[in-house]
C-alpha cells in the first residue's frame, strides 16, 4: 500500500485551504512561475518543436518500454551497479531498507524524489531505525513539519518565511536562540549549516531520477541546490530509486526532454546542475559512491499502458500543469489529499490508488485546459479528467445530487419538444419574478449558487427560441 | 515469478507483445545504434568565437562570472586575483589533471591543496571536460584528475575551460563523451553545471548558495 490518502474528502479539504489566510498568503508567490516559464518558452525559437519532439520520445518508449528496460538493465549490470525491481510501494521499502540495513547504515541523506514520497519511504525508514534526512530546503523544511509536500517541485510552497523561521528555531535548538533569521538568506544559510554535516555523515544517499538512460545505463537528476549531487557523492553507497516511465533511449533523447523540462518547470532555460550516473566507483576515482543500487518500481503503472490513461505516463514531473491551474492556485497542493496535486495529479492519482479514493479529484478543474496548453509532453489532461468523470458517474461513486441532477437534464435534454416547453416556462417565470431588480439574490435549490453571487434574471425568452428569430432575420 | 518476471509479464500484456517481435527489436536497436539528435536550438550554432560568446552571455546569465586567458600559464595569476577580489582565503584544492599541475602555481601565494574535498575547503579549481555554449553550461567528469567532490562542496569553484572545448549543443559533449569512453559507455560522473548553486524554496524568492557553490568563477582559456 502506498502513502495513505485524503483525496476523497478533496471537497472539504478544499474548504478548508480556500478559508486558510495563511494558505492564501503562501501561494501568492507561485504565481511567479507562469511569467517565468513564457520568458523561456519565447527566448527559445525552437520551443514549440521541441515539444512534439518530447512527446514522441516518450510515446516510442512506452510502446517499447519491455526492451528498453531490459537494455537499460543490462548497461547498469556492465558499469558495476545492481538492478532492483519493485511491483508495489511494500516491495520498493523492503528493497530500500533490506539494503541499507546490509551496509549497516544509520543515516540516510536523501534528495528530492516523489517516488520516494509516493511509497512512503521516510516512515519506514524511521521505522527500520534508520535515520532519513530530505536535503531539498523545501522537502528539509516540510519533513521538520512531518508534512507532505504540496508541489511537485516547490514543496514547501504552502508556507512563508516566517513559518520557516519557526520551525527552525524549533529543530535548531543547539544554535544561539537570539540569532535573526528575519531574511531568508539567514534561514538558507542556517540550513546549508546544518545540512552540511548531515550529508558529511550519512551512510547511504537516496534519489530519485528524472531520466533512466537505456544506452549507457546512466540515472539522471535535476537539481538548482546541489543537493542531489552531496547526496549521492558523499556516502558508501547510492540507491536511485524511479518508476518504469523514466526511460529514455539515448543522452539524444534526454537531451530534448531536459530542454523542456527546465523551462516548463522554473523558467530556467538550464537548472543548475544536471547530473548523469554511472555505476559505482571506479578504479583510480578518489571519492564517489561505492555501491550503486537501482531499484525501478511498477505500483500499478504497467496496467496504464495500452489504455486510455497510457498518456499520463509521458509526464515529466515538471508541475507547469499546477502551475498554470486555477483550482490548484485556489486551494494549494494539500486538498489534493495525496502525493501528486493539481492536474497531474487529479489524473494519475486515481489511475495509481483507485478511482474510489482518487475519483473525486477529476472534478477539481474548470476544464479551462491551461493545463494541456502548456504541458512539455502534450498530456491532454482535461480530457483524461474527463474520462475519470465518466468512469466516476458509470460506478456510482458520485455525490449522489449530482447523479440524479444529471438524470433529470437528461430526461429533458434528450426530449427537445420537453425541454423547449420546461426552458421556456422557466425563463418567462424567471423573467417576471425578477422584473423589479434584474437579479436573483437567493433562489430555492441554487443556494450554493447565490451564497457567493447573484442570477442574472431572464430577458424573457430562451437562447434557443432567441437564436431562432435572428437566424430567420439574416436569411 | 520473480516481481522482476512480474513488472515485464505486466508490461507486455497491457501492451500486447511478447517482447520476441523482431521489428520491435530492430526498431530499439537502430535506436540505441544511432542515437538521432531531434531539434536542437540554433542558439549555441557557429564557430568558435561566436560559440564563445553565446556561452559568456549565457553563463552570465547564470551568475556566473567569465573571464579569458591567453595560455594555461596565464591562468594561476587570474585564479588568485579573483580570490583576491572575493576577499576568500589563499588557499586551493584540485585534482591531478596534468593541465593544472603543470602550471606556475609557485608564481602566487597561494597555497595548493590536492585529491578530493572532505568539506573543509573553501576554494577548489577543476579542468572541465567541455563546454556548452547554448546555455552556458560547463560538463566535468569523475576521477582522479578532477574529483567531483571540488564540485559541490567548496564555497567557490573557479572552472578553467579550453577554448575550443566550448562546443555548440549537449549533443557536441555527448559526441566527446563517445570519443573518449566509447560507444553506449559514460563516465561514473557527469556533471553538467550551469552557474552557481541556488534556491527559490522560501517565498519562491532566488538566493544563491543553497548546498553547493556561491560563486562560480569560468576561466576560458586560449
Known amino acids: 500500500m502506498s502513502v495513505a490518502a485524503t483525496s476523497a474528502k478533496f471537497k472539504e479539504n478544499a474548504h478548508e485551504a480556500l478559508t486558510d489566510a495563511r494558505l492564501q498568503g503562501a501561494m501568492s508567490f507561485s504565481r511567479n512561475f507562469v511569467g517565468r516559464r513564457a520568458a523561456a518558452a519565447a527566448r527559445l525559437p525552437e520551443f514549440e518543436a521541441l515539444r512534439d519532439s518530447a512527446k514522441a520520445i ?90 507532505a509536500p504540496s508541489h511537485i517541485i516547490a514543496p514547501a510552497i504552502h508556507l512563508t518565511a516566517r513559518d520557516v523561521e519557526q520551525e527552525f528555531r524549533k529543530a535548531h535548538r543547539d544554535l544561539l536562540p537570539d540569532r535573526s533569521l528575519k531574511e531568508p538568506e539567514q534561514l538558507l544559510a542556517e540550513a546549508r549549516q546544518v545540512l552540511r554535516a548531515k550529508f558529511l555523515a550519512a551512510d547511504v544517499g537516496i534519489t530519485g531520477a528524472n531520466f533512466l538512460v537505456a544506452e549507457t545505463g546512466t540515472s539522471i537528476i535535476v537539481t538548482n541546490e546541489g543537493n542531489g549531487d552531496l547526496t549521492q557523492i558523499l556516502p558508501q553507497a547510492h540507491i536511485v530509486i524511479a518508476s518504469i516511465e523514466k526511460i529514455v533511449p539515448t543522452l539524444e533523447d534526454a537531451a530534448q526532454l ?33 555501491a550503486y543500487h537501482v531499484v525501478i518500481l511498477d505500483n500499478g503503472r504497467s496496467a496504464m499502458l495500452g489504455g486510455e490513461f497510457e498518456h499520463m505516463l509521458r509526464c515529466i514531473r515538471c508541475g507547469a500543469c499546477m502551475n498554470h491551474c486555477p483550482v490548484y492556485q485556489a486551494v494549494g497542493g494539500h486538498a489534493y489529499g495525496w502525493v501528486y496535486p493539481g492536474p497531474m495529479g487529479a489524473v494519475l492519482t486515481p489511475s495509481l490508488i483507485g478511482v474510489a479514493e482518487g475519483g473525486q479529484l477529476p472534478n477539481a478543474s474548470t476544464f479551462c485546459g491551461r493545463c494541456e496548453e502548456v504541458c512539455p509532453v502534450r498530456i491532454p489532461l482535461p480530457g483524461m ?64 449558487w447565490t451564497r457567493y453571487r447573484d442570477l442574472a434574471a431572464p430577458q424573457g425568452a430562451t437562447f434557443q427560441s432567441q437564436w431562432r428569430s435572428r437566424s430567420g432575420a439574416v436569411r | 515469478m520473480s516481481s522482476r518476471a512480474a513488472v515485464f509479464a505486466s508490461i507486455r ?39 564563445l560568446a553565446t556561452f559568456k552571455a549565457e553563463a552570465e546569465r547564470a551568475q556566473a562570472s567569465v573571464t579569458e586567458v591567453r595560455e594555461w600559464a596565464d591562468a594561476p595569476a587570474e585564479v588568485a586575483r579573483f580570490l583576491r577580489e572575493n576577499n576568500c582565503p589563499a588557499t586551493l584544492r584540485m585534482g591531478d589533471d596534468p593541465r593544472l ?47 567531483t567532490t571540488l564540485n559541490f562542496l567548496p564555497d567557490n569553484h573557479v572552472v578553467l575551460l579550453p577554448r575550443e572545448a566550448i562546443e555548440a549543443d549537449y549533443e557536441g559533449v555527448f559526441a566527446r563523451v563517445r570519443s573518449v569512453y566509447g560507444k553506449g559507455e559514460a563516465p561514473r560522473t557527469l556533471n553538467f553545471i550551469t552557474g552557481p548553486s541556488r534556491s527559490a524554496d ?20 586560449g
Open chain 1, 58 to 147: 516518450k510515446d516510442h518508449t512506452l510502446t517499447h518500454l519491455d526492451l528498453y528496460l531490459e537494455a537499460y538493465e543490462h548497461k547498469v549490470r556492465a558499469s558495476g551497479g545492481e538492478v532492483h525491481y519493485a511491483q508495489d510501494a511494500e516491495e520498493a521499502r523492503k528493497i530500500i531498507i533490506e539494503l541499507c540495513k546490509s551496509m549497516g547504515a544509520k543515516s540516510v541523506t536523501k534528495g528530492k524524489s516523489m517516488i520516494a514520497e509516493e511509497i512512503g519511504l521516510n516512515d519506514a525508514l524511521e521505522a527500520a531505525g534508520i535515520e532519513p534526512v530530505e536535503t531539498d530546503l523545501g522537502e528539509y523544511i516540510i519533513q521538520l513539519r512531518h508534512e
Open chain 1, 385 to 448: 479528467m474527463r474520462h475519470w468523470r465518466e468512469r466516476e458517474f458509470e460506478r456510482r461513486l458520485s455525490p449522489a445530487p449530482m447523479r440524479y441532477g444529471l438524470g433529470f437534464w437528461a430526461f429533458f435534454a434528450s426530449r427537445p419538444g420537453l425541454y423547449r416547453m420546461a426552458t421556456g416556462l422557466a425563463a418567462r417565470v424567471l423573467h417576471l419574478a425578477g422584473r423589479n431588480k434584474g437579479r436573483f439574490a437567493s433562489l430555492p435549490f441554487a443556494g450554493g
Open chain 2, 13 to 51: 500484456r497491457s501492451l500486447g507483445v511478447t517482447g520476441d517481435e523482431a521489428t520491435r527489436r530492430f526498431d530499439v536497436d537502430m535506436r540505441l545504434k544511432q542515437a538521432p539528435p531531434g531539434i536542437v536550438p540554433k542558439r549555441g550554432q557557429g564557430d568558435i568565437p561566436a560559440r
Open chain 2, 202 to 221: 522560501i517565498e519562491q524568492t532566488l538566493l544563491l548558495g543553497a548546498h553547493g557553490p556561491r560563486r562560480l568563477h569560468i576561466l576560458v582559456v
Open chain 2, 101 to 147: 599541475a603543470d602550471m606556475p602555481w609557485s608564481e602566487t601565494t597561494l597555497e595548493i591543496l590536492r585529491g578530493p574535498s572532505d568539506g573543509g575547503d573553501l576554494n577548489a579549481v577543476s579542468a572541465a571536460f567541455a563546454g556548452v555554449a547554448e546555455t552556458g553550461t560547463l560538463a566535468l567528469v569523475s576521477g582522479p584528475d578532477n574529483p
Open chain 1, 258 to 290: 531536459l530542454r523542456v523540462l527546465a523551462r516548463s518547470a522554473t523558467g530556467q532555460d538550464a537548472s543548475v546542475y544536471t547530473t548523469l550516473s554511472t555505476g559505482p566507483r571506479r578504479p583510480g576515482d578518489p571519492d564517489g559512491p561505492r
